[in-house]
C-alpha cells in the first residue's frame, strides 16, 4: 500500500484525489493546506483524518510515502524542496517550478536525500498520448512535418485570482501554453530555433501566447495558448503519409483521428477516471523499484521543458518577480 499525502486542496487536488481512490494500493493517507478548516473540509470528501493548517507538518508524517503539490506555480519550488528536505517522494505539479534554476535546485535536493521526486505533467502517461507517440516512433506515416496545437478557455478577469494574478504566476504560458510546448518536445524534440509574442492585459500576465518552433529537418510547430479566447485545444499531426488528430481536449483523456489518403478511423481509448490515476501509478511502481527518478517524465525533460518556457518568456518580455 502506498500512502499518498495531498499539499494544497484547490480544484486539481480533488480531481486527483477522486483518482486516488480508485488507484490499486493506493490509499490517500493526509492533507494539507494553508487552513486547517479547508484541510479538515477537503479531507472529509474523502474519508481523510489526518488534515494539517501547516505544510511542514505533512511531510513530517511518517506514514507517508508520497506527496502531490498542487499549489500555485510559485509555491512549487519552496514545497517541493521542504518536502524532499523531509524524505518525501514528490510528485509536483507542472509546471515544475519558476524558472530553470529552481528545478535544477529540485533536482539537485532531490539527489541529495536520494528521494523520488517527479513532475505531473499527466498527459505523458495517458493511454491515447502514448499511443500516438508509439504510432510516431514506428515511421508507420513517416517523418513528423507539422504540428500545430493549442489551448484556451475563457474566463472571468479577477486581478486577484491565479490566473490573472502574477505573483501566483498567473498567464497562459505556465497555465496551459505549458501543455503544447510538451506536446512538441515530445513529438519533434527540442527545436533549433523559436519565435514567440503575447499580447498582456492588465495585471501584465501574457493573456494570449503564440510560438512557432523550427526544426533541423525542415519541422515546425505552431503553438498557441490563451485564458481570454476558447479553442478547439486539439493536437494536429501532418506526417509524410498521413495525419493523426488528437482530439479536443488533447491535454486530458481523449479520442485520436488517423487519416491516410481517403481514409479516416476514430480510436476511443476508455478511461474510468479523471486521467490523473495513470500517473499515480507510475509513482508507485518507481517506488516499489526504489527508482528516484520517472523512467517517463526524467529529469531531463522537465529541463528542457522548463528551458523551453524561459525560452518564451524572455522572447514575449515576461518576467516574474
Given amino acids: 500500500m502506498t500512502n499518498w499525502g495531498i499539499l ?45 493548517g501547516n505544510y511542514e507538518e505533512l511531510s513530517l508524517n511518517p506514514e507517508i510515502d508520497v ?17 524532499l528536505n523531509n524524505k518525501k517522494a514528490v510528485l509536483c505539479e507542472k509546471p515544475f517550478a519558476m524558472n530553470a534554476s529552481q528545478v535544477k535546485k529540485m533536482i539537485a535536493t532531490a539527489k541529495k536525500n536520494n528521494v523520488f521526486l517527479m513532475e505531473a505533467l499527466w498527459t505523458y502517461f495517458l493511454p491515447h498520448y502514448q499511443y500516438v507517440l508509439k504510432l510516431i516512433e514506428s515511421k508507420k506515416l513517416g517523418e513528423v512535418k507539422i504540428l500545430k496545437a493549442d489551448f484556451g478557455f475563457a474566463t472571468t ?3 486577484n485570482g491565479r490566473i490573472f494574478n502574477k505573483k501566483l504566476g498567473g498567464g497562459s504560458l505556465l497555465d496551459v501554453g505549458i501543455y503544447p510546448l510538451f506536446a512538441a518536445l515530445s513529438i519533434l524534440g527540442y527545436p533549433n530555433n523559436i519565435n514567440a509574442e503575447a499580447s ?10 503564440t510560438m512557432q518552433l523550427h526544426y533541423n529537418n525542415g519541422a515546425t510547430a505552431s503553438l498557441f495558448s490563451a485564458i481570454t479566447k476558447k479553442t478547439n485545444t486539439e493536437a494536429i499531426i501532418e506526417f509524410e503519409k498521413g495525419t493523426i488528430i488528437i482530439n479536443s481536449r488533447f491535454h486530458e483523456p481523449s479520442s485520436v483521428t488517423i487519416k491516410k489518403g481517403n481514409e479516416s478511423k476514430v480510436l476511443e481509448f476508455e478511461v474510468s477516471t479523471n486521467g490523473y490515476s495513470f500517473e499515480a501509478i507510475h509513482v508507485q511502481e518507481m517506488l516499489l523499484q526504489n527508482r528516484t527518478e520517472s523512467t517517463i ?18 522572447k514575449i518580455g515576461l518576467q516574474y518577480e
Fill in 200 to 209: 498582456f492585459g492588465k495585471t501584465g500576465v501574457d493573456e494570449t501566447c
Fill in 67 to 83: 506527496i502531490y503539490i498542487a499549489t500555485p506555480h510559485v509555491f512549487h519550488f519552496e514545497n517541493t524542496v521542504s518536502c
Fill in 157 to 159: 478577469f479577477d486581478p
Fill in 8 to 52: 494544497g486542496c484547490g480544484k486539481i487536488a480533488h480531481k486527483f484525489a477522486e483518482d486516488i481512490l480508485r488507484v490499486p494500493n493506493a490509499k490517500l493517507h493526509a492533507v494539507a493546506s494553508r487552513s486547517l478548516q479547508k484541510a479538515r473540509e477537503f479531507g472529509h470528501n474523502y474519508n481523510v483524518f489526518n488534515c494539517y
Fill in 297 to 314: 517524465m526524467t529529469f531531463d525533460k522537465s529541463l528542457q521543458l522548463i528551458d523551453l518556457l524561459d525560452t518564451v518568456r524572455h
